[in-house]
C-alpha cells in the first residue's frame, strides 16, 4: 500500500479543511459587513522616478509664509516620506513682490526679493584688474537651510512648508524697500531635490495674491521668456550628463528662468568684481562674450571665449515671440538700465547709463523709441531690421520649374523656367529688373544619389533676360553651359536671393533708396527642386540628412548681421544646408583632397568636426575654438528623428584626404563622418575595415555601397547612432 507522508505545514493545512467543512454545518455567521475604504496608495521619495510638485496656495498671517503643495510622482501617486527621507539633498524656499517701476513711458516691473544678505569681497578672490571694482553689493537669495525641519505633513503626498523668514522682522537694507504688500503679486520658488538625481530635481513657482492666497493669471505677473522656446531652442537639457554643456547652474539644481528671475535681480551684483547679476544684463554679457565674475568660494567665471552663432543686434534670437509665449514676453522692448546699458554703455550705474544714452541718442531718436507707453513697441530699433529681413523671406520666393529643363548639348544651351511669387507687389518682375534684389543665383548640383560627383554649375539670373514672363513665370535660354551630366541624371537646384529692406517700411526696397535701409540685405533661402536634364517629372531627391530649421535653432536664419557682419560662410549666399552647400562641399571636391580627414572640405566632414572643435585652431583655448551648447555627440541637436537611417549611400563615393605618413588616402562614407568626430584610431578603423568601409586606405580601395554600416548602426537598430550616442530627440 503506498504511504504518504506529510509534513508539518501539510498537516496544518489539511486540519483547517476539516475545521472549514465541521463549521459549515453550523448554520450562517450573519451578514458581511461592508467593506472598509481602500488605503492609500502612496510610494516613498527612493522609490519614485522623478518628482512632481504642484504649488496649491501660500497663506501670509503676521509675516509668516506657509506654503501648501502636493508632491506625486509622474503617474499621480502620493509621495508619502519627504518629511522623513534621508535622500533629500535640496529643499529650497524663495519669496518675492513684483514692483511697478516709475520714469517716463512704461517700465517694466521689477522683483524684489524679501530675501537678501549684505556681501562684502573677499580680497583674496578678487581677480586681477577688478580691484577698483570690488565692494559691498547686496545680493537676493532663498531660504534653503530649514529644509526638511520646516515641512510638516496632514494628508498623504499633502505639505506644509512654513518659511523661517518672517516678513515683520526683515532686517533693513539701505537702498531696498523690503515692506510687505499685499496688493502686489508675489511669486514663491521652490527647489527640489533627493538621492542627488537630477531626474528628481524639481524647479517651479507660484505666482499669487497675497489677500487671497490664490494663483494670479499670467498677465498679472511677469514672465519674460519660455525657457522651451527660446533658450532650449539651442541649449541642452540633458542635466544628467556628467561634463556635456547644459542649461542648468548652481551645483546643477537651478533650471527655470521664472526662478532665476527672483535672484538675479536688478539690485544684485558681484562683490569680488562689482558685476551686475540682473539677469538682463548677465545674459545680455555672457552672449556678448563679456562677463566675468568670481562665483562660490572665489571660482573665476569667465565668458569671454563664448562663441553667439546668432546676431547679437537681433533680439528676437532669444525673445522669441509666438502664440505660445507668455504674455510678458514683448515686455523686452521696453527698456531698464541694466539690460539696455549692458551693450549701450560700459557703466554698471543706472544714472550713469542715461546719461550715456541721453548724450548718444536724444540729438537722433526720438524719446518714445525708449520710453514709450505700455502696448506700444519700444527700443524698435532693435528688431526692425530683423522683421524687416523676416518679411522679406516670408514673401518672396524663386524656384526653379523642373520640368521645364532641358538642354541642347550640341548648342550648349540650356532652358529652363523659374517661379517667381512676391505677396508684396501686385505685378512681379523677373530677378533682372527686380532693383531690390541684390542676388539671385541658381545653383545646379548634378548627381543626388552621388553626392553631386558630377559637378556643379552657378547662373547668376541678375545678368540674364528671360525670353517669356507671364504671371511670375519666366523661361530663360542660357547659351555657353557645357554640362557634362547624363540628361536623364538626377540633380538638384535652387535659387538663393538677396533683398535690400527698409526699416521704416519694414519691407523689401530698392537698393539705396531706403530711408532706413539695412546695411546688409535679407536673405532668401531656396526651396530644394530635383530636376534632370530632360524635364523628367518626379524626379528622385537626395537624401536629406538635415534641415534648415534644425540650424536656424542656434543660427537664427538671418545669415548676416544687422551691423554688415557676416555669420555664415560666404557671406550668406549660399544659405540652404539641405543641399545647396553640399554641391561644392562634398567628397570629390578637389580643394580638400591634400588636408587631413577632420580639415576636409566635404560636409559631413566639416560641419561634424567643426561643431566638436576639431579642426586646426579650436583647441583649447585656441580663437577658433566655439563654445557648443550641447553634447556634440548629440546628433538630434541637429539631425531630426529618421535622418539618421544611412539610406541612400550606396553611390556616394569615398573622400579623399592626405595622411601625413600614408600620403593619399581615402574614407567610405560613414567612415568619414565617424572619424570626423573620433579621429583616426587604430580600432575605429580596424572595426570599419571588417564592415566593408575604408578608412586611411589607398586610393580606390573603396567600392561605393560596400559598406554595412548601416546594419548595425542605423538610426533604431542595436548599435543605431541613436543608441551608442547621447541622442535625444526633440
Not at 324 to 343: E, I, R, V
Not at 595 to 606: N, Q
Request: net charge negative.
Amino acid at each position: 500500500m503506498k504511504r504518504f507522508n506529510f509534513n508539518a505545514a501539510a498537516k496544518a493545512v489539511f486540519s483547517a479543511g476539516i475545521l472549514s467543512f465541521a463549521l459549515a454545518g453550523c448554520g450562517s455567521d450573519g451578514k458581511d459587513g461592508e467593506d472598509g475604504p481602500d488605503g492609500p496608495i502612496s510610494l516613498s521619495v527612493g522609490k519614485a522616478s522623478s518628482l512632481h510638485v504642484t504649488i496649491n496656495n501660500t497663506d501670509i498671517t503676521d509675516g509668516v509664509i506657509k506654503v501648501n503643495f502636493t508632491l506625486e510622482n509622474a503617474n499621480g501617486v502620493a509621495i508619502t516620506d519627504l518629511v522623513t527621507y534621508p535622500g533629500v539633498d535640496t529643499l529650497g524656499l524663495g519669496i518675492a513682490k513684483l514692483v511697478p517701476q516709475n520714469g517716463k513711458g512704461y517700465k517694466t516691473p521689477q522683483w524684489i526679493n524679501y530675501n537678501n544678505k549684505v556681501v562684502t569681497p573677499v580680497a583674496a578672490e578678487i581677480p586681477p584688474g577688478y580691484e577698483d571694482k570690488a565692494g559691498t553689493q547686496i545680493q537676493a537669495t532663498i531660504e534653503s537651510s530649514c529644509k526638511q525641519a520646516c515641512l510638516t505633513t496632514e494628508a498623504p503626498g499633502q505639505y506644509t512648508y512654513t518659511f523661517n523668514l518672517n516678513l515683520n522682522n526683515l532686517e533693513p537694507i539701505e537702498g531696498l524697500d523690503l515692506t510687505y504688500d499685499e496688493t502686489l503679486t508675489h511669486r514663491i520658488t521652490m527647489e527640489l531635490r533627493a538621492d542627488q538625481n537630477t531626474n528628481k530635481l524639481v524647479n517651479t513657482h507660484f505666482d499669487f495674491s497675497p489677500t487671497t492666497g490664490e494663483a494670479v493669471s499670467e498677465e498679472e505677473s511677469r514672465i519674460v521668456n519660455s525657457l522651451e522656446q527660446s533658450c532650449l531652442r539651442c541649449h541642452s537639457d540633458d542635466y544628467d550628463h556628467a561634463w556635456a554643456p547644459k542649461l542648468i547652474l548652481h551645483g546643477d539644481k537651478r533650471f527655470a528662468l521664472e526662478n532665476c528671475q527672483v535672484c538675479h535681480t536688478n539690485y544684485s551684483a558681484d562683490p569680488e568684481t562689482g558685476s551686475p547679476i540682473d539677469f538682463a544684463y548677465m545674459a545680455h554679457k555672457i552672449h556678448k562674450s563679456d562677463y566675468l565674475i568670481a562665483g562660490y568660494k572665489g571660482s573665476v567665471h569667465d565668458y569671454s571665449k563664448v562663441t553667439f552663432p546668432a546676431d547679437l543686434y537681433d533680439c528676437q534670437a532669444c525673445h522669441q515671440d509666438t502664440e505660445q509665449s507668455p504674455p510678458d514676453t514683448d515686455n523686452f522692448k521696453h527698456h531698464t538700465a541694466l539690460a539696455c546699458g549692458s551693450c549701450h554703455s560700459g557703466s554698471t550705474d543706472p544714472a550713469q547709463i542715461k546719461s550715456d544714452m541721453h548724450e548718444k541718442y536724444i540729438g537722433t531718436t526720438d524719446c518714445t523709441t525708449c520710453h514709450a507707453d505700455q502696448g506700444t513697441p519700444g527700443a524698435a530699433h532693435h528688431f526692425t531690421d530683423s522683421v524687416a529681413k523676416q518679411n522679406a523671406q516670408d514673401s518672396y520666393s524663386a524656384s526653379l520649374v523642373a520640368n521645364s529643363v532641358s538642354y541642347d548639348k550640341a548648342k550648349q544651351e540650356l532652358s529652363f523656367d523659374i517661379k517667381v511669387t512676391d505677396t508684396n507687389e501686385q505685378s512681379v518682375s523677373s530677378p533682372n529688373l527686380d532693383a531690390r534684389l541684390s542676388q539671385s543665383n541658381l545653383m545646379l548640383g548634378f548627381g543626388n544619389s552621388n553626392d553631386f560627383e558630377a559637378g556643379y554649375k552657378k547662373v547668376e539670373l541678375l545678368k540674364q533676360t528671360p525670353i517669356k514672363s507671364e504671371d511670375g513665370l519666366f523661361s530663360y535660354v542660357i547659351s555657353g553651359m557645357d554640362l557634362a551630366a547624363d540628361a536623364t541624371l538626377p540633380s538638384t537646384a535652387v535659387i538663393t536671393t538677396k533683398m535690400c529692406v527698409d526699416r521704416d517700411t519694414l519691407q523689401g526696397v530698392v537698393c539705396g533708396t531706403g530711408s532706413d535701409e539695412a546695411r546688409s540685405p535679407a536673405t532668401i533661402v531656396g526651396e530644394i527642386v530635383p530636376f534632370d536634364l530632360s524635364g523628367t517629372e518626379n524626379v528622385t531627391a537626395r537624401r536629406q540628412v538635415v534641415s534648415n530649421e534644425t540650424c536656424a535653432n542656434c543660427h537664427d536664419g538671418k545669415y548676416l548681421s544687422k551691423f554688415g557682419g557676416t555669420k555664415i560662410k560666404h557671406d550668406g549666399s549660399y544659405t540652404n544646408f539641405e543641399g545647396e552647400c553640399q554641391m561644392c562641399h562634398n567628397a570629390t571636391y578637389s580643394r580638400g583632397s591634400g588636408k587631413s580627414i577632420v580639415e576636409h572640405i566635404d560636409f559631413k566632414v566639416r560641419i561634424h568636426a567643426l561643431h566638436a572643435n576639431k579642426r586646426k585652431g579650436q583647441e583649447s583655448g585656441a580663437e577658433d575654438r566655439i563654445t557648443f551648447p550641447s553634447h556634440y555627440g548629440n546628433c538630434a541637436t541637429c539631425h531630426d528623428k529618421g535622418q539618421l537611417s544611412m539610406k541612400n549611400l550606396d553611390e556616394v563615393p569615398a573622400t579623399q584626404t592626405t595622411d601625413p605618413e600614408l600620403g593619399r588616402v581615402e574614407f567610405s562614407p560613414t567612415a568619414a563622418t565617424c572619424i570626423s568626430c573620433h579621429g583616426v584610431k587604430e580600432s575605429i578603423v580596424a572595426h570599419i575595415r571588417s564592415e566593408g568601409g575604408a578608412a586611411n586606405d589607398p586610393v580606390g580601395t573603396y567600392v561605393p555601397g560596400s559598406e554595412t554600416c548601416a546594419t548595425c548602426h542605423a538610426e533604431g537598430k542595436a548599435f543605431g547612432v541613436d543608441k551608442v550616442h547621447p541622442v535625444i530627440f526633440k
